[in-house]
Structure formats: structure tokens, C-alpha cells
């Protein structure tokens, strides 16, 4: 099984280097396919607009990558805030995104719900975010993109938490259940998963092919960190998606800016993992 | 035994960040503060490269509950702003926001606005940074000039940046960009993770000290006073040696906090409220 081609890059943890740099790597390391995340200063993603993304293409092209994935970073945005300038924000900034993605020839944006008040009902919260979704789910069609609702860190781990509701596989479910759109999938975070003592038995149970990308990072209750350095089985968990059946793509982003000194090294560990741990998933 | 004043308190609400702008303000009532430094994060206030949210709201909901913003900080390098951003296109949208800021702070009838130098690429020249930065910052200075308000920069730790990360730069940023409006700050726990302690910001800018943020560092967190290894006592003695009567805001940014910020006000509060010479 070709494991190699379905592994992302990312530009996420380069964040504090030159795009220019970011893609010296990725042509070192081997990688073809990116989950690109449109932040500053590699490229202008905002609610007002986006930079032209002619010369990112460019780019992208030269240096051999094929964009699989878009992950806007969340910055203030939020799917679940309450109407308001925020709100108006977020569903102008995730359009943008779109956008994005579709002119830099990829077919889906990976979205969750950060940012939520934890002061505010979960009931009101879980409808807002529906609705958010439901406005932007039109958009995606019209661009022939599907959104990936990823679960985002909730109570287990209150360093990082994100939001009080979309954290498990069950609340995911539903919603893409409430929502029944054909532009509507899901992406699988391990660390996160991991977090709220789900498996990827439970998400697969659940979700099934409508999980159409895995974040499979390392991690602990801190946040993600690179393959060896969290409490993870990450070799145990590749075998657990070659058990389910999981054919697509596989994204190595660490959220987070613990690697933003050294950004290829998390790269690196996976690679060597993978590339050592023998089975189907040899390099 | 020196003490501090009711009035020199300031809360933030950066650690408020997972709740709503009320449930930030009614906390601050309820614990008898009565002047915040306003930090413009979601969901609390939407500032952005093209203006602000309407203030008419706000500012009765500040009415309501007797509180004043006396200092404006905009978030940089969380967002898409910081105060050296390499591609110049960002870098106009950089300063449109930052300009915004400077503004709301006029509208707000706050005196200043906390700024920093943001950082430059790991591996760029060190002098194509520094002076996008201090180039920056100065035409910041003019915009605040002209609305009749101060900019007071703070250090960042070296992890955050690699401008403006220990005193020595500090003094020499301050120096290049010599402008009236330019203030500085210290922010303990960016000093204390330097290790420098707070007379050697006194000593280098005497009365352009005019803000800080005062938490209880270790030194690197952003902790409330109780949490870090801070002696209280000989910092506001310090202070007191060196006439400083300005503001002690109270910037809990520290995650830690961020799961029940009231209960870390309320035991932040406690330590401090044993120095105060009034009652809160």
C-alpha cells in the first residue's frame, strides 16, 4: 500500500519561517500532497479577503505539491459565536476560504468550532454552529468543496481547550446527520480523539467513510506534539486505520507552536516511524 | 512598609477569552474593579484592519457596571497582525489595524495603547527586521500623536520574539524611535524571564515608565500573585522607591486560568488587597 502519497505536509508549525523555506522542506522530506494553512505570513486569509492566489500556486506547482487539504487556522473566528460582527466574520472568512481552496486546486476545508463562550447554553452553542454550517455548506457546493468537521478539544483537557460541544465522535455524527449534505464530511484529529477516550474503532464506527482525512498527530492533554514525543500509539493506531479500511489521506500538521523552532523535526520522527515500522504502512 | 493604591488596579479580560463579554464585565463588578485594560479579542470586541464594532453598546454596558477602560491592547501574532510583518501587503493591514486600535483607545477616552515589536523570520537579517519594526512602530507614534494618546511597548520573552526580548533592545527601540508618544512598559514576567529586574527599568527610563503589566511570574507564566515566586513586597517597594504610581494591569494570560478566570481574580485579589492603602 502506497502510505507515502497519502501523507500530508503542512506548512502549520512553519510558521515562523519563509513559505520559501517551508517548501525546500517539503521537497527535502519527499512530500507531494499538503494540508495548507492560509496564515499570516505565508498568505493573507482574512473575512475581508484573500490575497491572489496565482503566485501561491505557482509555488506549490514548482515545488511539486498538490493541495489536498485547506485547515484555515480559527484565529478569532468561530462557527458557534452568537450574531454579531464575529459571527458575520467567520461565515465571510470561511467563504474565503473556500474560495481558497478551489483556486489553489484543492477539494476540501477542514473546519471545527473553536472560539465557542463556555458561558453560553451547549443548546445554543450546538444551533448556532449547525446554522453556520448549514449557510456554508451552500457555498461549498457552489465550489465543489466539502467542509471536514474535525472535533476540537473540550473539558478533558482544560490547557487547550476549544469548546464545550463538536468534540466527540457522537456529536460530529449528529450533526452531519442534522445536516444530511453531501458537502459535509468529517476529519479525525488522533489527538483529540485520544483526549476524550474515544478510538478509532468509535469514529469509524460512527462516521465510516465520511471521515475524509486524518490529522494523525501525537499528543497529550498539552496539545499535539511530533510521533514519540506524546503518549500516543501512533504505530498501533496506523494499524487500527488499515484495520478499518481507511484509504485516504493522512495529514502530519501539528497544531500548536511547539515546533515552531525546529518544524521540519515532527515531520522528520513521522517519517522515520512509518518509513521503521514495518507492515503494509512501509515507505 | 510601602503600599499600592485602589486606583493603580487594572483587570484584563485576555483570560476571560472562553466567555462572553458579560459574564467578563459582570465579574469585574462584582469584585469591585473599576478600570480595565481592554483586550480586543473574540468574542469580548471585534477590531480589525478595517475599523472597529459600533462602541455605543459597549460603552453602556461599561456605564452599567461603573468601569472605565483606561489602556487598549490589540492582539498581535495570535491574529493575522503583528508589529513587523514581513510581506508588505500584511504589514499595511498590520498597521490599519494597529491604527484602529489607537483610535478606539480616543473613542474609549483611554490614554494608551500597549504595543510590542513582534518578531521577524528565524532566519532573517537581523537588520531588515529590526528596522521594519522601528519603521512601523514610528508611524504608529504619528497616528497616536494625532489622536492625543500614548503607545507604551512592552519586552516580549525571546520565545515570542526575536526584536525587542530583554532591556538592552528595549532601550535601544525606544532610542531610535524617539517619539513623544512613545512610552514604555515593563511586563515582570517578560523582564523576569530576561532576568532583569524591575529597578533596571526604572533606571534606563525614569519617568517614560508609565505602565505594566504586574503579575507573579516564575518567571515565564503569566501568573496571579500567589502562583509565581514574586516577592511582593520588594517589588512594590521598588516601585515605591522610584516613585512609580501608574497602572498595575493585571494580564492573566496564562492558560491555566482560562477554565475559571473569576476564581483566579478572586484569589489574585486577595494577595493583592492586603497591600492596598484603600479598600477595594
Not at chain 1, 498527530?217 to 496539545?223: A, L
Not at chain 2, 461599561?62 to 501587503?89: H, K
Request: proline fraction near 3%.
Amino acid at each position: 500500500m502506497d502510505v507515502r502519497g497519502r501523507l500530508l505536509g503542512s506548512n502549520g508549525q512553519y510558521s515562523r519561517y519563509p513559505m520559501a523555506y517551508f517548501l525546500a522542506e517539503m521537497e527535502r522530506l519527499g512530500f507531494h500532497g499538503l494540508d495548507f494553512v492560509p496564515q499570516t505570513p505565508h498568505f493573507w486569509c482574512a473575512h475581508t479577503g484573500i490575497e491572489e492566489p496565482g503566485r501561491l500556486k505557482a509555488a506549490l506547482d514548482e515545488a511539486g505539491l498538490q493541495l489536498a487539504t485547506l485547515t484555515p487556522p480559527h484565529y478569532r473566528y468561530s462557527i458557534t459565536a452568537v450574531k454579531g460582527c464575529q459571527r458575520e466574520a467567520t461565515f465571510r472568512y470561511y467563504q474565503n476560504a473556500i474560495t481558497l481552496a478551489h483556486a489553489l486546486g484543492g477539494d476540501r476545508v477542514v473546519l471545527g468550532a473553536a472560539g465557542a463562550c463556555w458561558d453560553l447554553d451547549g443548546a445554543q452553542l450546538h444551533r448556532q454552529a449547525v446554522s453556520m454550517l448549514r449557510s456554508l455548506c451552500s457555498a461549498a457546493e457552489e465550489a465543489e468543496i466539502t467542509l471536514l468537521l474535525c472535533p476540537v478539544m473540550g473539558s478533558d483537557t482544560p490547557l487547550i481547550a476549544q469548546s464545550p460541544i463538536l468534540g466527540r465522535a457522537a456529536e460530529i455524527a449528529s450533526v452531519l446527520e442534522e445536516l444530511s449534505h453531501p458537502r459535509l464530511g468529517a476529519a479525525l484529529d488522533t489527538n483529540v480523539m485520544s483526549a476524550c477516550g474515544e478510538t478509532i474503532g468509535d469514529w469509524f464506527g460512527l462516521l465510516g467513510d465520511q471521515i475524509a482525512l486524518v490529522c494523525l498527530t501525537d499528543g497529550n492533554y498539552h496539545g499535539w506534539r511530533a510521533w514519540g514525543d506524546g503518549c500516543l500509539p501512533m504505530m498501533n493506531y496506523l494499524e487500527e486505520l488499515e484495520a478499518v479500511g481507511y484509504l485516504g489521506d493522512i495529514s502530519l500538521r501539528v497544531p500548536g507552536d511547539h515546533y515552531v523552532e525546529s518544524p521540519a523535526y515532527p515531520d522528520e520522527r513521522a517519517l522515520r516511524a512509518i518509513s521503521e515500522g514495518g507492515g503494509v504502512w512501509q515507505t | 512598609m510601602a503600599n499600592l493604591k485602589r486606583s493603580q488596579l487594572v483587570a484584563m479580560n485576555q483570560h476571560y477569552q472562553r466567555f462572553s463579554l458579560d459574564y467578563f464585565l459582570d465579574c469585574q463588578q462584582k469584585l469591585g474593579i473599576k478600570k480595565i485594560e481592554l483586550w480586543c479579542g473574540a468574542a469580548h470586541f471585534w477590531l480589525d484592519h478595517e475599523g472597529f464594532e459600533n462602541t455605543a453598546t459597549f460603552k453602556r454596558k461599561l456605564r452599567d457596571r461603573d468601569l472605565q477602560v483606561v489602556s487598549i491592547t490589540a492582539p498581535s501574532i495570535a491574529y493575522q497582525y503583528q508589529y513587523a510583518m514581513q510581506e508588505p501587503a500584511h504589514l499595511e493591514y498590520s498597521y490599519q489595524y494597529f491604527s484602529h486600535s489607537i483610535r478606539l483607545a480616543a473613542e474609549l477616552e483611554a490614554d494608551r495603547v500597549v504595543v510590542n515589536s513582534g518578531w521577524g523570520y528565524r532566519n532573517e537579517e537581523a537588520a531588515a527586521m529590526w528596522s521594519r519594526c522601528r519603521d512601523h512602530l514610528g508611524r504608529l507614534c504619528h497616528m497616536a500623536q494625532q489622536y492625543d494618546v500614548l503607545l507604551v511597548m512592552e519586552s516580549l520573552r525571546d520565545d515570542e520574539s526575536n526584536l525587542v526580548y530583554n532591556l538592552e533592545r528595549a532601550k535601544r527601540m525606544y532610542r531610535e524611535i524617539n517619539h513623544p508618544n512613545l512610552k514604555m512598559m515593563a511586563d515582570n514576567i517578560a523582564t523576569g524571564a530576561a532576568g532583569e529586574a524591575l529597578s533596571d527599568w526604572f533606571e534606563a527610563f525614569g519617568e517614560d515608565l508609565i505602565h505594566m503589566h504586574f503579575l507573579d511570574g516564575d518567571p515565564w507564566l503569566h501568573n496571579i500573585w500567589g502562583d509565581g515566586n514574586t516577592a511582593l513586597e520588594e517589588q512594590i517597594q521598588m516601585m515605591s522607591d522610584h516613585h512609580y504610581t501608574g497602572y498595575l494591569v493585571q494580564e492573566v494570560a496564562d492558560e491555566h486560568y482560562f477554565t475559571d478566570p473569576y476564581a483566579a481574580d478572586i484569589k489574585n485579589y486577595r494577595v493583592l488587597k492586603r497591600f492596598l492603602e484603600d479598600e477595594m
